[in-house]
């Protein structure tokens, strides 16, 4: 019986004595995360901007991008983000509609027929 409680002890202590060690490890700086996880997150931003210049045509006019700009800016600079990290980027899409056919209420100046 002591030795069954002496092995158990031992094994217990091993455990947890292993598992401090591997604990207390470096691992992100060993396997180098950071930047492999640099390279993939630069990897698939090309690869979504490719996708969207594809399909969607990139929308450059000042007026629309100067007041969508300040108002980005308006969000990094109360979140203490910097804004030179993030580019905006206007595409145009078929799948936003602008115009009031799609939810069934008539356009300014035209008249449903009610017959």
């Avoid at 470096?26 to 630069?42: A, D, G, L, P, V």
């Amino acid at each position: 019986m002591k030795l069954l409680l002496f092995q158990a002890i031992i094994s217990i202590s091993l455990f947890f004595g292993i598992w401090g060690l591997l604990n207390n490890v470096n691992w992100i700086s060993i396997f180098k995360i950071e930047r492999i996880q640099e390279n993939t997150e630069e990897k698939l931003r090309e690869l979504y901007w490719e996708l969207f210049n594809e399909y969607d045509a990139e929308i450059k006019d000042i007026e629309v991008l100067a007041p969508q700009d300040s108002i980005l800016s308006k969000i990094c600079t109360s979140n203490n983000i910097d804004r030179t990290q993030i580019k905006l980027h206007i595409i145009k899409s078929d799948e936003i509609s602008t115009s009031n056919q799609d939810s069934g209420i008539p356009e300014k100046g035209v008249m449903e027929n009610q017959e």
